[in-house]
């Protein structure tokens, strides 16, 4: 093994006084290295959109979309994965996130997890994964024995795969389809990959997702059309919604929601086409659920 520090473990130049320094001082530095972010995530736009492509379609061909990471980065794609069924009302299995060690490493640290390549393999098997799916690998440095053994083995499977990282030398990027790489440079705290390396991954994982979930008419124009309204602050969400797109008054538009039992996209067509709830449903399901089609 070479014993070159790799970059998310390297010491950061800007930040050596940080333990010496007053709490403003210590949230200015942080600050500093969190602004370089974003910039981090613009470079890989390219790579982000292919991975969009790939994903909704695999999505509108039946597939699933599986994350897998260790840590921080596991936790991360867990907590995508579970805000897409309320966001765009998809079914829990649509989006899915695993974590080396499995959900007892959500709250707590499993030593070894991540350094388990067989048991890599057996958490790729146990999910279900199969070609029509799309595994995406999470890690900042990209070199996990477990994500190996994930990605590995989805590739020998004919699954297609993306990797995440922010190591350009990631050994990840060989059993990945598709390569993105946010080079957010060192942690404010050496070693922190849950700081700028987290940010970084966190706004690649809310693109995929949502993006995913656009392509495939979870979105009017940027309206969430399939948002779940679970309660009170989500109803009142879909009532604005709903007299917004259609261009009624909130009360019409809350009225014809509750015969919907508040589904968005069925009260905005039963208005704009001033049709019964089955119908709208109807045409709904022949525009394949893509709302600018019926409307």
């Known amino acids: 093994m070479s014993d070159k520090v790799i970059l998310t473990e390297q010491s950061n130049s800007n930040t050596v006084d940080i333990d010496v320094s007053s709490s403003f001082e210590i949230a200015k530095m942080i600050n500093n290295e969190d602004k370089k972010v974003a910039l981090a995530v613009d470079a890989q736009l390219e790579e982000i959109s292919a991975a969009i492509d790939l994903i909704s379609q695999k999505i509108l061909d039946g597939g699933n979309l599986?994350?897998?990471?260790?840590?921080?980065?596991?936790?991360?794609?867990?907590?995508?994965?579970?805000?897409?069924?309320?966001?765009?009302?998809?079914?829990?299995?649509?989006v899915r996130g695993y974590i080396a060690g499995g959900d007892k490493a959500l709250r707590s640290a499993i030593e070894g997890a991540e350094d388990d390549y067989e048991h890599g393999k057996a958490d790729l098997k146990n999910s279900g994964a199969i070609p029509k799916d799309v595994v995406v690998g999470i890690s900042a440095s990209g070199n996990p024995k477990w994500l190996l053994g994930v990605l590995e083995d989805a590739k020998a499977k004919g699954i297609s795969t993306i990797g995440i990282t922010c190591n350009p030398e990631a050994k990840i990027e060989?059993?990945?389809?598709?390569?993105?790489?946010?080079?957010?440079?060192?942690?404010?705290?050496?070693?922190?990959?849950?700081?700028?390396?987290?940010?970084?991954?966190?706004m690649v994982l809310n693109m995929l997702s949502t993006g995913a979930m656009i392509k495939t008419g979870k979105a009017y124009k940027n309206f969430m059309i399939d948002v779940q309204p679970t309660n009170e602050k989500l109803k009142d969400r879909a009532v604005r919604i709903v007299a917004e797109i259609a261009n009624v008054d909130k009360n019409i538009a809350k009225e014809t929601l509750e015969k919907t039992n508040f589904e968005v996209k069925t009260a905005v067509v039963m208005i704009v086409l001033n049709c019964s709830a089955p119908i709208a449903r109807q045409k709904l399901s022949e525009a394949d659920g893509v709302l600018r089609k019926v409307i």
């Open 66 to 94: 599986l994350y897998f990471g260790a840590g921080t980065s596991g936790r991360l794609g867990v907590l995508d994965a579970s805000e897409c069924p309320p966001t765009f009302g998809v079914t829990s299995d649509i």
């Open 174 to 202: 060989k059993f990945s389809d598709i390569f993105i790489c946010t080079v957010v440079g060192q942690e404010a705290l050496t070693g922190s990959s849950r700081m700028k390396a987290g940010s970084a991954q966190k």
